[in-house]
Nanobody
């Protein structure tokens, strides 16, 4: 069992930056693929970014490519999402998630992930 706790959300002006963190419990964090998703009311959860267990491969949604960066520190059991040049449409509840494998064809889908955090709210004012 893995517990994930997100932090770092908040209110920021358009064009600003935030860094989200997701702290994981357990000693097997370094074996998990980690992902970030986001959701707004009335919409499905949307893929944002993913990173392999050894950080060798990263994968981004087109909507955030070039603005967001996912990274991880396996020694600290933490995955990060650096968000720059934020836009009003980035406003959402952001979730981190852990998957037991990596498959480029499915890592953008919620069903690929086994464990989920509770989310942290990001609000971008225009």
């Amino acid at each position: 069992q893995v517990q994930l706790v997100e932090s770092g959300g908040g209110l920021v002006q358009a064009g600003g930056s935030l860094r989200l963190s997701c702290a994981a419990s357990g000693r097997t964090f370094s074996t998990y693929t980690m992902g970030w998703f986001r959701q707004t009311p009335g919409k499905e959860r949307e893929f944002v970014a993913a990173i392999t267990s050894n950080a060798g491969i990263t994968f981004y949604a087109d909507s955030v490519k070039g603005r967001f960066a996912i990274s991880r520190d396996n020694a600290k059991n933490t995955v990060y999402l650096q968000m720059n040049s934020l836009k009003a449409e980035d406003t959402a509840l952001y979730y981190c998630a852990a998957a037991l494998y990596w498959n480029t064809r499915v890592m953008y889908t919620t069903t690929a992930y086994t464990y989920w955090g509770q989310g942290t709210q990001v609000t971008v004012s225009s």
